[in-house]
């Protein structure tokens, strides 16, 4: 009798994929096979846990349905591809290799369908304040997105490199203790930190140009400007 050694399964993976809208990708150049006893893959199969047509076999005639699995040979990898859905969306597709004897586990991935980012907008108005007064910038500067991204970061920027961003401590306010931000050159802030930004006038009877654009995640949106009015305490 000639004894058959123990078979280890295929370990199949593939990354999660982020694309553009009606986006193709070509599977081959995402999938990683393995195999610890150096078996060929003869086969695999496909899955699209949502039911959507997200896969394209240029083997099977186009877009197949893979809601319940759908199997094919190896040499047909090469003609698979995903597409990206027509709005914005998320999938979740699975895929598993067979070695002539064992399949592997499933390995899930998620598709990423997302429309082109739009930059986000603050809006802040012209401010006047008494000498040395403050006021917190989240109560006069409003952030939208039209995508919903919240603001990972703000840049700020005094075009004459005076002082009037403050920075307050944590636990404190525009009177409290904290840093003034040297914005001459451009000055950028993490959103959290942003909770404590205030702005502060100046010492004495002073207009001066201030600026601020915001960051998505993903790109700057432009550059808002506005005026600071110092009047004199009454």
Same mark, same amino acid.
């Given at each position: 009798?000639?004894?058959?050694?123990? #078979?280890?399964?295929?370990?199949?993976?593939?990354?999660?994929?982020?694309?553009?809208?009606?986006?193709?990708?070509?599977?081959? @150049?995402?999938? !990683?096979? &393995?195999?610890?006893? *150096?078996?060929?893959?003869?086969?695999?199969?496909? !899955?699209?846990?949502?039911?959507?047509?997200? =896969? =394209?076999?240029?083997? *099977?005639?186009?877009?197949?349905?893979?809601? /319940?699995?759908?199997?094919?040979?190896?040499?047909?990898?090469?003609t698979l591809w995903i597409q990206g859905d027509a709005g914005s969306s998320t999938?979740?597709?699975?895929?598993?290799? +067979?070695?002539?004897? @064992?399949? &592997?586990? =499933? $390995?899930?991935?998620?598709?990423?369908? /997302?429309?082109?980012?739009?930059?986000?907008?603050?809006?802040?108005?012209? %401010?006047?304040?008494? %000498?040395?007064?403050?006021?917190?910038? &989240?109560?006069?500067?409003? +952030? /939208? @997105?039209?995508?919903?991204?919240?603001? &990972?970061? +703000? /840049?700020?920027?005094?075009?004459?490199?005076?002082?009037?961003?403050?920075?307050? #401590?944590?636990?404190?306010?525009?009177?409290?203790?904290?840093? +003034?931000?040297?914005?001459?050159?451009?000055?950028?802030?993490?959103?959290?930190?942003?909770? !404590?930004?205030?702005l502060r006038a100046d010492s004495k009877n002073l207009t001066s140009s201030l600026?601020?654009?915001?960051? $998505?995640?993903?790109?700057?949106g432009d550059w808002q400007s506005f005026k600071l009015n110092t009047l004199p #305490?009454?």
């Open positions: 009798l000639t004894s058959q050694m123990p #078979n280890t399964k295929p370990v199949v993976t593939v990354a999660d994929q982020k694309v553009g809208l009606n986006e193709w990708r070509k599977v081959p @150049d995402l999938i !990683r096979y &393995s195999d610890a006893d *150096g078996d060929q893959v003869t086969k695999y199969e496909v !899955r699209d846990t949502s039911g959507v047509n997200n =896969w =394209w076999l240029g083997s *099977g005639g186009g877009f197949i349905d893979a809601s /319940k699995g759908y199997e094919l040979e190896s040499w047909q990898l090469d999938q979740t597709l699975q895929v598993r290799a +067979y070695d002539g004897r @064992d399949w &592997s586990d =499933w $390995d899930s991935f998620t598709l990423t369908t /997302k429309a082109p980012n739009r930059k986000p907008v603050v809006t802040v108005s012209d %401010q006047t304040l008494n %000498q040395n007064g403050f006021k917190k910038a &989240s109560d006069f500067i409003t +952030y /939208k @997105d039209a995508d919903e991204d919240a603001a &990972s970061k +703000y /840049k700020l920027w005094d075009s004459e490199g005076g002082q009037n961003w403050w920075l307050a #401590n944590v636990g404190q306010n525009g009177s409290g203790t904290g840093k +003034y931000l040297d914005a001459s050159a451009g000055y950028e802030i993490s959103a959290s930190d942003y909770a !404590r930004l205030y600026f601020i654009q915001p960051h $998505d995640g993903e790109v700057w #305490n009454q």
